[in-house]
């Protein structure tokens, strides 16, 4: 989590350069919600080009006029005062212009709680009320928000993972906006869209989040056809297995496997052994909080397995095919399959003198 004394070092040292600079955004207004936060966003009327002679060490994206500074390894993005023009594809603008007003360059930003800053002296400066609507809990945009949403459609999914992991309301005409404008998150990347939705289904809010997607009448326009399906559960990887997007949103190789066991899980009962011993713990986990299964008598059960994996049997490939005299084949499968369904279910003891015996019962001609 951020040390906030240490990012208002990073201030201070572009203010000893002689350049105006402030905490802004989620840093700020969780600061006042006492709340921690995991980046920093600095705002200063310093070039990207004078930044990075004052932080030898950092990293220019200047096409976005900003400066990426690394302190400890916590990272601080650093934005010049800024107008925007032109956007394209209802996410980025064409054109920006820099400038030395640190309140138009507030008025470019999303929601008012977002727009709140920070001096090195810990002195708070609020030019657009951000502070009421904390005070009110409710995400409000700054200015037109059907102008917002049309610049920038990603801000409609911000407003819901704001409303969500704040526990905030959105405010009407912010509401009724989203309403109006949802039909451009069509337009959007996957990549983003799953970035925001992630941050959604994570909260311990996740399920009134799903609900205030719903509401707002997101779900066809992001493609979440089964959103509506979801019960309560802060698992994100739940959530994305019971909406089945795996051929349109982006997952890694590992999430696709995880997905594949729960929705697997979801099938079965989950306090089953073979249910536990095939698809594992965290699977059955998920799937269970899903059906509303107390995570406490699924641990107990997976913890009372006989067996966990193939490895733990008290008998060897080796061991099988010496007692069959026979080369590997396919039969290795059933035999283990056979032998793992007999020792989970306590019908076999899990040692060497009785599974080989109960091969040579039923193997042996």
Known sequence: MIDLDMALKVVEEINEHGFKAYLVGGVVRNYLLDLPSSDVDITTNATPKELMEIFEDSISTEDYGSVTVNRKGVKY?????????????????????YIDDLYQDLLRRDFTVNAICMNKDKEIIDYLCGQ????????RSLGDPNVKFNEDALR?????????????????????????????????????????LDKIFFSPNAYAGVQLLLELGLDKDLELDKLDQITPTNNSLGIWSVLDVVDKYPFSNNEKELMESINCALERNNLDPMSLYKYGLYANSVAGSIKNIDIKDI?????????????????????IMNL??????????????????????????????????????????
């Open 77 to 97: 993005e650093i934005t010049t005062f800024r107008r925007e023009f032109n956007y394209v594809d209802h996410r980025r603008p064409s054109e920006i212009k």
């Open 156 to 196: 409609i999914l911000r407003a819901v993972r704001f409303a969500t992991t704040l526990n905030f309301e959105i405010e009407d005409k912010t509401k009724e906006a989203i309403r109006k404008n949802k039909i451009y998150l069509r337009e959007l990347s996957y990549e983003r869209k799953k970035e925001e």
């Open 324 to 365: 069959l005299n026979r080369e590997p084949g396919s039969y290795m499968t059933d035999i283990y399959e056979d032998v793992e369904y007999e020792v989970l279910y306590r019908k076999l003891s899990n040692d060497k003198y009785s599974i080989e015996n109960y091969i040579k019962n039923k193997y042996v001609n």
């Open 132 to 139: 009421d609507d904390i005070k009110l809990r409710l995400i």
């Open 299 to 319: 641990t107990e059960s997976y913890n009372n397995l006989i067996i966990h994996s193939r490895k733990e049997l008290d008998i060897t490939s080796d061991d």
